[in-house]
Nanobody, 124 residues
């Protein structure tokens, strides 16, 4: 059984910080391309950050310098540290996974496994 469970969302003031967590069961984070995506009402799902099975990271331009993706292979958990949050960051954040053996760990890749999402709300 594959399960991805996000947590850590909430409401913060602009300029604040949140750390999202994604606990994965059913496979190892270490061998997968893992990513964070977000959904804003009325817009398509947007890639936020990726970390490959090798540990390489990728960020959307608007997140560079503010967000940091990381993973703890021992805890089998993915993280997203979000700093300097802006109202435009408001949305539902999803954790997703793709087997690293498939290659192509980028925002155009297909991610078969998804969490239920966690809401992030940033007020001005």
């Amino acid at each position: 059984q594959v399960q991805l469970v996000e947590s850590g969302g909430g409401s913060v003031q602009a300029g604040g910080s949140l750390r999202l967590s994604c606990v994965v069961s059913g496979y190892f984070v270490a061998s997968h391309c893992m990513g964070w995506f977000r959904q804003t009402p009325g817009k398509e799902r947007e890639g936020v950050a990726l970390i490959s099975n090798y540990g390489d990271t990728t960020y959307a331009d608007s997140m560079k310098g503010r967000f940091t993706i990381s993973k703890d292979n021992t805890k089998n958990t993915l993280y997203l540290q979000m700093n300097s949050l802006e109202p435009e960051d408001t949305g539902i954040y999803y954790c997703a996974g793709r087997n690293g053996a498939r290659g192509y760990c980028n925002f155009r890749s297909r991610f078969p496994d998804w969490g239920q999402g966690t809401q992030v709300t940033v007020s001005s």
